[in-house]
């Protein structure tokens, strides 16, 4: 079934047609496998939810930016969500018609509106009155207009990890909800500027999608008052943050929340604008690690693989917890602790009691790691980011490969 890409047949661990085996020995290790099905089943999962309402799923690049993942999204029709301007040039590249994108992130500068200007993107997501004066001040420059949509922070919890949290009060994300119509006026007021939508985050792998459906009332109520006011509004934006299975959980779907808010946006008429990362990439890739070492350190058992928090950051960030599978089937499990080869005693890949029973040489896949998985990858302790490797049907090709240590020191001047 493509929405669980990796599956045992033979004895083996397999990604859709191929035994992740034979990429780790065609490859080396560590490797991101993604699988091309599995990323179009869960873009028209999400295509579906909103099959009644007029829609545009942006892709929010950061959860996996690379070129051959953008490039099967850009292909289905989706848009782009870009936070940066590395992330515009990728998804320029990847083939996202410019109109289509968004430029979200709380700290634009000013090189980057340029350049988004430059690119004719779609609109951007203004997070500050400071953004909104810059962003005026840079088109007018140019004799240009730029589009924006607010991103209002609606301070509705997102009931997740503290550190996915961004529709608080308390977080650093949005303009305050009681300040939107200010800015919009303010904003009528400045040059260079057309007021275009708006828009929310709230918040990532909310496992329950319900304040998801609360923030959008009070959206879609501003954005009524809006209109109302003769804001020329064209689309609302409900941000992303669809829940992906990490282990037994039952999470929300997207078509969970699309029934509860249908009805509230529906009268608005406005284009709906959801920028989903996780939900379309996460599934769809898993961290292929080599055993290098078993090791007992008094009472406690180790297993060392030969990528971690320098490989897949989430453990050791958010004490995420990934399942870990071994590439044989049916090895058993074994009282010890999957760990990287990092110098860090964060260097966790499990924080499991128990973990398959996988000897040196071994091969161990870490599932659900298709999004901020390698985005989040570093060259820290010198290690060079693992390669990726894209799964169509029955083929596998290299779609980033690893850098020699020699590339890794290219930037560098050693005076
Ligand atoms: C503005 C914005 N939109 C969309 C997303 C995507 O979130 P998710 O991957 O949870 O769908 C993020 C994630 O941080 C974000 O900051």
């Not at 990429?23 to 490797?31: E, S």
């Not at 690049?61 to 301007?85: E, F, R, W, Y």
């Not at 074994?334 to 091969?363: K, M, N, R, Y």
């Not at 989040?376 to 020699?404: H, I, K």
Request: glycine share 10%.
């Amino acid at each position: 079934m493509p929405e669980r890409p990796f599956v045992y047949s033979d004895g083996m661990l397999f990604c859709d047609g191929v035994p992740l085996s034979e990429i780790a020995d065609r490859f080396d290790t560590p490797t991101y496998v993604y699988s091309a099905e599995a990323i179009r089943f869960a873009y028209h999962e999400i295509d579906q939810a909103f099959a009644g309402l007029p829609h545009r799923i942006c892709y929010s690049v950061k959860a996996n930016p690379n070129l051959s993942v953008c490039s099967i999204l850009a292909a289905l029709g989706a848009g782009a969500d870009v936070t940066s301007g590395g992330e515009l040039v990728r998804a320029l590249r990847a083939g996202f018609p410019p109109e289509k994108i968004v430029f979200a992130g709380v700290g634009k500068s000013r090189a980057e509106i340029e350049q988004a200007l430059t690119a004719g993107i779609g609109h951007f997501s203004v997070e500050s009155e400071g953004e909104l004066r810059l962003l005026s001040g840079v088109a007018a420059d140019r004799a240009t207009i730029a589009g924006f949509a607010l991103r209002v922070n609606p301070d509705v919890n997102a009931h997740t990890h503290p550190y996915i949290t961004t529709g608080l009060a308390s977080s650093k994300f949005g303009v305050p909800i009681g300040e939107a119509t200010r800015l919009y006026r303010l904003a009528a007021t400045l040059p260079g500027l057309r007021a275009e939508g708006i828009g929310m985050h709230i918040g990532s792998q909310m496992e329950d999608l319900s304040p998801v459906v609360e923030a959008t009332r009070g959206l879609a109520h501003l954005a009524a008052e809006l209109l109302a006011q003769g804001v020329p509004l064209q689309h609302i934006d409900i941000g992303g943050g669809y829940p992906i299975t990490y282990g037994d959980t039952q999470p929300d779907s997207p078509g969970k929340l699309t029934t509860a808010i249908e009805p509230i946006l529906r009268p608005l008429g406005l284009l709906v604008l959801t920028a989903p990362g996780r939900r379309l990439v996460g599934a769809a890739g898993a961290l292929l690690v080599r055993i290098l070492y078993r090791k007992r350190n008094g009472n406690h058992a180790f297993i060392v693989a030969d990528g971690g928090m320098n490989a897949l950051l989430r453990p050791a960030l958010y004490r995420a917890q990934h399942r870990l599978v071994a590439v044989r089937e049916n090895t058993g499990e074994v009282q010890a602790q999957v760990v990287g080869p990092v110098c860090e005693s964060a260097d966790v890949l499990s924080f499991e009691e128990t973990t398959p029973d996988v000897q040196p040489g071994e091969l161990l896949a870490i599932l659900d790691t298709g999004a901020y998985g390698f985005s989040m990858a570093s060259e820290y302790n010198g290690r060079p980011r693992p390669a990726e490797v894209l799964v169509d049907g029955a083929a596998a090709r290299l779609v980033r490969r690893r850098q020699s240590h020699e590339e890794m020191m290219v930037p560098e001047i050693d005076l």
